[in-house]
């Protein structure tokens, strides 16, 4: 191994056996992580005191942990470090500080100390490419971030802040803005990739039948690759043609060779040969891979699909939607599966009916397990799930004989009728997000980002930055204004008249992870708008990971 | 400490009668300590659990609270070793949380070193101590902290001043942390001052905020930043310091840090005092809940029904969460039954299903249809008076005809029986089913054409036909169920796709 380290082992409760008098712990600021880390230095204390141990914590050290280690008596027994990464660059484009539970952190369990280290990053990138100018923030997560900012702004040497701006925008949203987005099946082909071999850090596994060999192979995804770069954010539907084309342009060249002269043909293997050959293999790899993905789709794929894009654009009928519902919790489709159509269900009715929730509830029990109450009550404070006829009468003993007063039963019936300018409708009209149906989609050469749900919606985050690039300098009222409709609170800064705001470059974070149906219709609109768009966010994510993200293990 | 923190009204208090210190060396010190009667003390915070848990500080002992007394202190240190201890030998292990410094532990200032590196710039604390740097500037020269000492000789060990701009680096910094140390009982620095540099990373002290006016402050200016780190470092200090009901009553105005310091409690697995902490707030639903989670951490199954049984009699009393006391009863009803069924079958010798199939698994803590369908595999001709007959497992919970079918028809052909609609009809009883899976159809035979509407209501029988094919279904069980769709169209196409040619006749000689 290199930098001297004998040899690395995967945090587990069983202490790795003691080789050297140093060791080297590598965590996440995890309550769990520490107590099994302060376990192990426990256990190896008696039979090697001697064992110098350091606690590398990734990427801040937080009050809990100095908070831990002192209330297991060893503080001040191990070294403390902390190592901030900053943002990994997984493609041109594309940075992900690979924070993976900060969507259950922040959102389920109110800890938003990431935004701390989103912010960090946000700095450092401010550090090399000068202040951002325009800063248009929405979410509880976003507005910590912008704080922190400011404070680390404030830290800084003026002269960085006095540098010439190279990046012109930046957005930051959190992920409650938008959860229609990660619950809809994703629809480009890097979205469907991630759907089903799962994108990891940018790199995908693919199984053997795919890559040609016994066993599974990783593939790195990213613009380096032409014509993955080519293909990437294609809809589905017309990945294969394309590569089909290009298959047929290869072999043509490769035929041309036969009747080649001589030097042409020395010309031809020492230039040609082998980027054709690459280009060959690359292609049948992603032949293979949607061949792949078009087999195992679901049997109902298209009536899931149907159904999907009828919930989001109002067209199909709630009955049916539950019927169908049922009969993927009857058959035991997997958990992921169901309750993602059943929280799309509910956030498109703006919440469910005591009677439906119910309903639904006990079959999404009895098909997964009864354990999923706290799945389901875990859905339900991420607003993900929702049960109209609130509960919140809490203290309910009383309150049968309360309700039997007039004001009690008028407060019932007001708390029944849909609060106006709430919810997710309310809000997807507010923002145009459902395209105008009798308008023609292109899907093969798109030119709305809402190609990547076949028309049927437009993210949340695509629209925003788009309406926001679309004015020249500062954010205007109207957009701020219908950002209300989102839950939490929006932030917004513009420079002083006449300073400097540099090329038309943006920044948008995304809090809680970003789908790569989003990063594909971002970049649709990177060409459309001529904005060069640099996408950030926590991790990426896709809708089974959201979803398994607040499953109770 | 604990009568120090009483000193907002202390002629009030009975047991008041320890003599007030005013803090008069530092200007801006809010510290001061009175002796009290041990035993009286006692007996007052024995008798209450509104006692905070840790009280033992430095000033439980007779100590004069000037500058010098401070050092009187700090000179104890290096008898009481590297762990935090107090003077009087009572370490506190869980009050201490949000210290941050310790100012005689060698290791620490290695961390400090580390802090000090990355974030170069000014702290924004050493200008507001500036005042209290300059007295302690003279201080340093004649007192050096033990660690300190320790680092002066071994570098002047290694030989004459080489990196003397480094070493004088070096010096600036441990003047600086020393001053942040002396402050720490004696200063209150404004409260975001302290939250910034918990979101920092720098070295802070929560000590010194005493009054309850501070405490909150410091909460809120926590909250405002929404740093998680800071926000609990703040309410972790609240609670170690005042008493229960202040506590309670502070954090039921603050929602999300409730959610923090719940979420925290969780994962340090201190659910009881999670759960009473949420009632107390008013928030019996998700106390409910969460005692279901403690008890699903029981390690045997007889643990968890027990548990469960007792989560349901304290918590799920609530007509707000009769829904979710429905489900625990039923997950217990149903535990209970996976057991019997599990005790009877591990011992069954004669069941010819479970020696054909053995059992992958036990049957204990899967979900119910998983549960029922085990059961239709290896109990499918028992009678209800049986523990694993499917129809019991029916009877006992509320399952819909869409789950029964569904699950019958997967159990069934796991064990390569694929039962005729009408067999499933007459398995499922008459009553209610009329409308379910073709029960007509074996009245008109295959060719059963007067079906009820309610066919397709409970089954979409293309995806039927789908899974039975799916499960190596022979033909003929296809054909039937095939010719259970209204639509001749849809018949004729899935007869052909999955090959049913005695189906694509009939269905094109009934359509001539």
């Known amino acids: ?553 | 400490m604990r009568e120090g923190r009483h000193l907002a009204r202390p002629s009030s208090l009975p047991w008041h009668r320890g003599t007030l210190l005013p803090c008069t060396a530092v200007p801006g010190a809010t510290l001061s300590v009175r002796k009290m009667n041990r035993a009286e003390n006692d007996a007052y915070w024995g008798s209450t659990d509104t006692a905070p848990p840790t009280l033992d500080n430095f000033f439980d002992e007779d100590c004069e609270v000037t500058w010098t007394g401070i050092t009187a202190e700090f000179s104890k240190f290096p008898q009481s070793g590297p762990s935090k201890t107090t003077p009087d030998g009572n370490s506190s292990s869980s009050g201490s949380i949000v210290d941050n410094i310790t100012v005689h532990s060698v290791s620490d200032w290695n961390y400090v070193e580390v802090k000090e590196g990355r974030s170069s710039t000014s702290s924004s604390s050493s200008q507001s101590v500036s005042g209290v740097g300059k007295a302690i500037g003279d201080k340093l020269e004649s007192w050096k902290p033990p660690s300190v000492s320790i680092k002066w000789n071994s570098s002047q060990g290694s030989g004459p001043c080489v990196q003397c701009a480094a070493k004088d680096t070096e010096i600036v910094q441990l003047k600086k942390r020393l001053e942040n140390s002396y402050s720490r009982y004696n200063l209150t620095l404004p409260p975001d001052d302290t939250i910034n540099r918990i979101i920092l990373g720098q070295p802070y002290s929560l000590e010194s905020y005493r009054s309850l006016e501070d405490k909150l402050a410091l909460l809120d200016t926590a909250l405002s930043t929404m740093d998680g780190s800071a926000i609990l470092a703040t309410i972790l200090h609240l609670k170690n310091t005042v008493k229960k009901t202040i506590f309670t009553t502070e954090m039921q105005a603050r929602q999300q840090a409730c959610t923090l310091y719940t979420n925290y409690l969780r994962k340090r697995h201190k659910y009881s005092e999670a759960i009473e902490f949420l009632r107390s707030l008013g928030k019996p639903e998700e106390a409910a809940i969460l005692s279901y989670e403690l008890a699903l951490t029981g390690k045997t199954p007889e643990a968890r029904i027990k548990n469960m049984e007792k989560s349901l009699e304290t918590h799920f009393v609530f007509s707000s969460v009769s829904f979710e006391a429905k489900m625990v009863k039923s997950h217990m009803k149903l535990l209970e039954r996976q057991m019997a069924i599990d005790e009877v079958d591990s011992k069954d010798q004669t069941n010819s299903m479970l020696l054909k199939y053995p059992r992958a698994a036990n049957v204990v803590d899967k979900s119910l249809l998983t549960t029922l369908f085990y059961c239709c595999m290896y109990h499918w001709e028992a009678g209800e008076g049986h523990v694993g007959s499917p129809l019991a497992l029916r009877k006992a919970h509320d399952l819909t005809d869409r789950e029964l079918l569904w699950t019958a028809l997967k159990g069934r052909a796991r064990v390569n029986h694929w039962p005729l609609p009408s067999e499933l009809d007459s398995w499922l009883g008459s009553k209610g089913l009329l409308g379910a899976l073709g029960s007509l159809s074996s009245a008109f035979g295959s060719s059963g054409k007067i079906l009820p509407k309610g066919i397709k209501a409970t089954l979409p029988i293309e995806a039927v036909v789908h899974t039975l094919h799916g499960s190596g279904a022979p033909s003929n069980v296809l054909a039937v169920y095939i010719d259970l769709l209204d639509n001749v169209e849809s018949r004729l196409k899935l007869a052909h796709n999955y090959k049913c040619h005695q189906a694509v006749i009939d269905i094109v000689k009934w359509k001539n």
């Open chain 1, 1 to 553: 191994m290199s930098h001297g380290v004998d040899k690395m082992y995967r945090l587990e409760r069983v202490p790795p056996p003691v080789q050297s008098s140093q060791r080297v712990y590598l965590i996440r600021p995890s309550l769990l992580q520490l107590k099994t880390l302060a376990d192990h230095v426990h256990s190896d204390h008696a039979a090697h005191p001697e064992l110098h141990v350091h606690v590398v914590v990734v990427p801040r050290l937080v009050s809990w942990v100095t908070g831990l280690l002192e209330e297991e008596g060893l503080y001040g027994a191990l070294t403390l470090h902390e190592f901030c990464p900053d943002f990994i660059p997984l493609d041109d484009d594309l940075l992900s500080l690979e924070m993976t539970s900060f969507f259950r952190d922040a959102f389920l369990e109110g800890d938003f100390s990431g935004c701390v280290d989103v912010a960090r990053a946000i700095n450092t990138l401010q550090g090399l490419f000068g202040q951002i100018p325009y800063v248009l923030a929405h979410g509880r997560a976003a507005k910590a971030v912008v704080n922190t900012l400011d404070l680390l702004n404030n830290q800084n040497s003026p002269k960085k802040t006095s540098q010439m701006p190279e990046i012109s925008h930046l957005f930051i949203f959190d992920r409650d803005a938008d959860y229609v987005t990660p619950l809809l099946t994703q629809l480009t082909y890097e979205g469907a990739l991630d759907d089903h071999f799962g994108i990891n850090a940018g790199v995908v596994e693919f199984p053997g039948e795919v890559v040609g060999q016994d066993t599974p192979r990783k593939v790195p995804l990213n613009s380096k690759d032409t014509i993955y770069d080519n293909i990437r954010n294609k809809h589905f539907a017309s990945v294969s043609s394309y590569l089909i084309t290009k298959a047929k342009e290869v072999n043509a060249k490769k035929e041309q060779a036969q009747n080649m002269t001589a030097s042409q043909m020395k010309d031809f293997v020492a230039n040609e040969l082998r980027t054709l050959q690459t280009c060959h293999a690359t292609l049948a790899l992603h032949l293979r891979a949607c061949e792949s993905i078009t087999k195992s789709v679901k049997q109902d794929f298209e009536t899931q699909l149907t159904t999907e894009h009828g919930l989001v654009t109002g067209a199909s009928n709630a009955g049916q939607v539950r019927k169908f519902l049922k009969n993927c919790l009857a058959r035991m489709q997997p958990l992921t599966d169901n309750l993602r159509l059943f929280c799309l269900y509910s956030l498109t009715q703006d919440g469910l009916s005591q009677k439906d929730y119910k309903e639904l509830a006990s079959q999404v029990l009895a098909a997964h397990g009864h354990k999923h109450l706290i799945t389901l009550n875990n859905l339900r404070q991420l607003n993900l799930l929702s049960a109209t006829e609130s509960s919140t009468s809490s203290t309910g003993v009383n309150r049968d004989s309360s309700s039997t007063n007039i004001q009690g039963r008028l407060a019932q019936v007001t708390s029944l009728l849909p609060k106006k300018g709430q919810g997710w409708r309310a809000a997807a009209k507010r923002l145009r997000l459902i395209p105008d149906p009798d308008k023609a989609i292109d899907l093969h050469n798109p030119s709305e980002p809402s190609y990547v749900f076949n028309g049927a919606y437009t993210p949340v985050m695509a629209k925003v930055v788009s309406e926001a690039l679309s004015v020249r300098g500062a954010f205007t009222q109207t957009l701020l204004d219908s950002l209300k409709v989102l839950p939490g609170t929006t932030t917004s800064q513009a420079p002083a008249p006449g300073s400097p705001v540099g090329p038309h470059v943006a920044l948008v974070v995304m809090m809680g992870g970003i789908t790569y149906t989003e990063v594909a219709a971002l970049r649709l609109l990177a060409v459309t708008s001529g904005t060069r768009i640099i996408v950030a966010s926590t991790s990426t994510i896709n809708g089974d990971q959201l979803i398994s993200g607040v499953v109770h293990k």
